[in-house]
């Protein structure tokens, strides 16, 4: 049974991190593009950042850049993204997904999704 994941979420001050990281299950990470989505509340769900199991680039979205970081760990199966200088704006459900069919990086066309994981950043 594939299955993604995802942990690390909770309650952060602003300038706060969060490591959130996606185990999966049932398939090899290595064969798959990766990303990470958020969906906020009344907005519609954006990619965040990508990695492309092609060429292992990675890309993010210009709101995010220089603050998060994506890796993979080829052993452990997971996909993790650290998130630094958070902002009440990066508040938000956080998803993990990944696709076999080149799509997913950079073009976030995925069809593997775990069940996503709450990030609030408040003072």
């Known amino acids: 049974q594939v299955q993604l994941v995802e942990s690390g979420g909770g309650y952060v001050q602003p300038g706060g991190s969060l490591r959130l990281s996606c185990t999966a299950s049932?398939?090899?990470?290595?064969?798959?593009?990766m990303g990470w989505f958020r969906q906020a509340p009344g907005k519609e769900r954006e990619g965040v950042s990508c990695i492309s199991f092609s060429t292992y680039s990675t890309y993010y979205t210009d709101s995010v850049k220089g603050r998060f970081t994506i890796t993979t760990d080829s052993l452990k199966n997971t996909v993790d993204l650290q998130m630094n200088s958070l902002k009440p704006e990066d508040t938000a459900v956080y998803y993990c997904a990944v696709t076999r069919y080149g799509t997913g990086c950079p073009g976030y066309v995925m069809d593997t999704w775990g069940k996503g994981t709450l990030v609030t950043v408040s003072s």
């Open positions: 049932g398939l090899n990470l290595k064969y798959y593009d």
